[in-house]
């Protein structure tokens, strides 16, 4: 049964600004959270024993509604603009003090857990969540204390998410009725008028994208990792739907995590921020991903998927909600991990990019030059899905794989990456998991299985002695051969009907590089400039104007 409030739990919450906690409920375990979703009609159980929920309106995390309080600690550090949207200090506590009022008297599912797998960059969490099964997904993402740890502490960070309260835009200062709004004064985060669990992840990212390089000399990153059989580690990074997490999860390499991760300075290696990993499950099937088909089971959350019809069966193929189905479950669900999720300094860096015009190869070698050019590029594309009137897949750029995460000026976590590989013998790969044959529409997705191959080519060694050859355009280096993988497959140009088409769609790609650089070219050294596509200078002009 659920813990009766007890003055040492009003206490936790008084410091949030709750004067009662009447039906409050501490830390409860799995089980009693299904139970209590079940009973709160928030879900419903998969033939597997996985906790089935929608996210209401918002499937995914809305990145016009996230703010960050600006004031003495945020003014001159935070990079303001599109991504970092300013919010006004006493907006912000008025919205707390009216989702506090909207909370108090309800039924509320408090979670101490931490952020930070290595003890020197650990974050410790209260969550505060309205609805029973966000608390589980928090229990599942966040790292969970030892059964007899003491976690009455002072957190360094809270969160207050409350989808059934709505800000007035009019009063309350937001966009519109959801927000996310990050206080690095106060240590809160405030989510309401959405239920995308997302948001609550992603915004303890950003708190430590924020925080770490300042005051741990740490590099954040949009990554997953992973530790082979040597006890290599490899991170990849990538934007959303690049592979991150299904990549990670191989058998044959212990998972440090799927998405967030931290490098410490000097020899300090690698650790993860979270305890649980967010799997798309769009198109799941179990030959292809069977770690994370059997990780969807009891203590599992599924997310806007929809069943067989009369049966209790998720049909992964099912997009009627949304595109962006996903599962969250504890990294203890999948058989092969590290324990603690922490590991040495990286060997291989991947660069995911889910590149929907076909023209990037499905593996190449980046030199320093063009390693720092990809990673302050980070491109991949938006393919057309649901979204109606978009015909043409779009390129975006997202510096870093991660811009909307990264509180501080892009320049700065690129400028430690590359110090790092200074530091560090470390190889640096570009993946492309989009598509061959090609663009979105005539060619088709590179295969899983391709890419794994070519993964597990670069981590063992396979291709130290293999010939490279420039990209004509882009410059990385494409190898000759790999074993297990057509030879025709690893030259683009080779896998287009029309070659022709393929140097056409390849200059378009590039020039589309080159115009995103522009506001980075100024500040950017001549090393780095060395990292980018050739273009037609007629071209570059044309895209520039
Ligand atoms: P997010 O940041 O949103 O969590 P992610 O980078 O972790 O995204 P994944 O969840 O790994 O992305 O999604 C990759 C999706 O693409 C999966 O559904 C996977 O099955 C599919 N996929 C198809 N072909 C490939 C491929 N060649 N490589 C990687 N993933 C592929
Ligand atoms: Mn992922």
């Known amino acids: 049964m659920a813990i009766p409030t007890t003055t040492s739990l009003l206490d936790r919450l ?7 906690a009447t039906r409050t409920y501490l830390n409860l375990p799995p089980a009693e959270l299904v139970e209590a979703a079940l009973c709160r009609g928030e879900g419903v159980l998969t033939n597997t024993g996985a906790l089935m929920c929608d996210t209401g309106k918002f499937t995914g995390r809305s990145p016009k509604d996230r703010f960050i309080v600006r ?8 990079w303001w603009g599109d991504i970092n949207i300013p919010f006004e200090a006493d907006k912000f506590d008025q919205l707390h003090h009216k989702m506090v009022a909207y909370l108090e008297d309800k039924e509320l599912y408090v979670r101490e857990a931490y952020a930070g797998a290595h003890p020197d960059a650990q974050l410790k969490l209260r969550i505060i969540t309205e609805l029973a099964w966000h608390n589980l997904f928090c229990y599942n993402l966040f790292l969970r204390p030892d059964a007899a740890a003491d976690t009455s502490w002072l957190a360094d960070f809270s969160i207050i998410c409350a989808p059934g309260f709505e800000a007035d835009p009019a009063v309350d200062g937001t966009r519109q009725a959801n927000f996310a ?3 690095f004064t106060k240590k809160v985060l405030l989510i309401g008028g959405t239920a995308y669990a997302g948001e609550m992840k992603k915004g303890i990212f950003g708190v430590l994208n924020f925080l770490l390089p300042h005051t741990q000399d740490t590099l954040p990153m949009h990554c997953s990792a992973n530790i082979g059989a040597r006890g290599d580690a490899a991170v990849f990074f990538g934007l959303s739907g690049t592979g991150k997490t299904t990549l990670s999860t191989d058998p044959n390499r212990h998972l440090v995590g799927d998405d967030e991760h931290g490098w410490l300075p000097g020899q300090g290696g690698i650790f993860n921020f979270e305890g649980g990993c967010y799997a798309k499950v769009i198109d799941l099937a179990a030959d292809k991903e069977p770690e994370i088909w059997q990780a969807i089971k009891f203590g599992s959350i599924v ?7 009369g049966t209790r069966t998720v049909d992964y193929a099912n997009k009627s909600v949304t595109e962006n189905t996903r599962t969250a479950y504890p990294i203890t669900y999948i058989p092969n991990i590290a324990v603690p999720s922490v590991g040495p300094v990286p060997t291989h860096i991947f660069f995911l990019t889910a590149d929907a015009t076909g023209v990037l190869p499905p593996l190449s070698k980046l030199d320093k030059s063009h390693a720092m050019y990809h990673f302050l590029s980070g491109y991949t594309a938006k393919v057309a899905g649901t979204e109606m009137g978009v015909v043409e ?44 044959g090609g663009g979105y529409g005539t060619g088709t997705r590179m295969r899983l299985s391709h890419t794994r191959t070519l993964i597990t080519a670069a981590l063992t ?23 297990g993988v057509p030879t025709e497959l690893l030259d683009p ?22 115009a995103n650089f522009e506001k980075y070219a100024a500040a950017a050294s001549p090393e780095i400039l060395a990292g980018a596509p050739l273009v037609a200078e007629p071209a570059r002009q044309a895209f520039a104007v």
Not at 14 to 20: K, T, Y
Not at 303 to 309: A, S
Not at 467 to 474: A, D, G, M, V, Y
Request: hydrophobic content about 45%; some cysteine; overall charge neutral.
């Open 14 to 20: 008084r410091a949030l600004g709750f004067a009662r």
């Open 71 to 78: 004031d003495e600690t945020t003014a001159s550090s935070v």
């Open 181 to 183: 709004i990050l206080n």
């Open 303 to 309: 997310e806007n998927t929809r069943f067989v019809p």
């Open 393 to 436: 897949p779009q390129a975006t750029f997202s510096a870093c794989f991660g811009a909307v995460f990264l509180p501080l000026h892009p320049t700065r976590y690129a400028e430690m990456l590359g110090q790092k590989m200074d530091e560090h013998p470390v190889s640096v790969w570009l993946v492309n998991t989009g598509w061959t």
């Open 461 to 483: 060694g396979q291709l130290d002695a293999v010939k490279f050859r420039s990209h004509p355009l882009f410059g990385v280096q494409v190898p000759a051969a790999v074993p």
């Open 493 to 514: 140009r080779r896998t287009w009907a029309d070659p022709a088409a393929y140097d056409q769609a390849a200059s378009n790609l590039a020039s589309k590089f080159v």
